[in-house]
């Protein structure tokens, strides 16, 4: 009797079989006040139409619980299932956020490659700034205005007619970078590289030679303003995709001549 009534006031208490507690309660008293005569036989019809209903209702909770709780369970196998497969949902894989400023905190090493780095640069600058005082390492490559990648990258851009439009845009990167380079007081090393192409993918590497290190990967879109797809890659979950993205962050890297003073950079070590 104990056990019984704690567990009343338990399920009471979370708020579970309310209902039911109700309708016995209900169903006690009538049939008490029926059987003394306290109460008409039409009364106790209507109680008994009312508790009727009440269980009904509780018993549409019950099976809407348990309708939830197996399309839970479906999408689960399904996940399982596809998982045990190797498949991978798209929405699953992709992310639809670069890192934020936090996540670059405590990164000893940090690369960039991307068309202009306009964008990147401005985001990033704020903690660029902090890491470089304590002496962390920052790697940028954009497109080389000197180039002709320039014009690539207005052909597959939407709307852009002018060739020279992107040399445009990477004269604020420079520009940026430089300052930062020559931050008075800052023991880390900030170089930039410029490339002869267009790179058909972004990267942001957080120190990508380590153990726990972190690749973002940003495909660029063509003819389009649409967002560009983006993923990201850690170096202990991802190994193999890892170290291929690694490598053409090294490819890239490698491809790009270091900017000089002639470019408006002067390189910090």
Known sequence: ??????????????????????????????????????????????????TSALLAYG??????????????????????????????RTEDFF???RPKPTELES????????????RTVIEYA??????????????????DPKSGANGQLALKSYCVTEEGFYKSRVRPTIDLLRILGS???????????LLPYV???GIIAIDPADADGVIYVEIYRHKSLEENALFKLEQERDQ?????????????????RPATEEDGFKMNR
């Not at 939830?68 to 497969?85: C, F, W, Y």
């Not at 990164?107 to 306009?118: D, N, V």
Request: glycine share 12%.
């Open 95 to 97: 992310v639809s956020d």
């Open 199 to 201: 790179p058909s993918f």
């Open 59 to 88: 018993n549409i909770g019950n099976r809407n619980t348990v309708d939830q709780l197996e399309d839970g369970i479906a999408k689960l196998s399904v996940g399982a299932r596809e998982n045990s497969l190797g498949r991978v």
């Open 1 to 50: 009797m104990i056990r019984w009534v704690r567990r009343v006031a338990k399920d009471l208490g979370e708020g579970r079989n309310v209902e039911l507690y109700a309708t016995i309660v209900l169903a006690v008293l009538v049939g008490a006040l029926g059987a003394f005569n306290v109460i008409s036989g039409d009364v106790v019809g209507s109680v008994t139409l009312a």
């Open 240 to 256: 193999r995709w890892y170290d291929h993205f690694l490598r053409q962050y090294t490819a890239l890297w490698e491809s790009a």
């Open 126 to 143: 704020g903690v660029l700034e902090r890491k470089l005082r304590p002496g962390a390492s920052i790697c940028c490559a954009t497109i």
């Open 107 to 118: 990164a000893k090493e940090i690369g960039f490659i991307g068309t202009t780095l306009s």
């Open 183 to 193: 931050l008075a007081g800052a023991n880390g090393s900030l170089e930039l590289r």
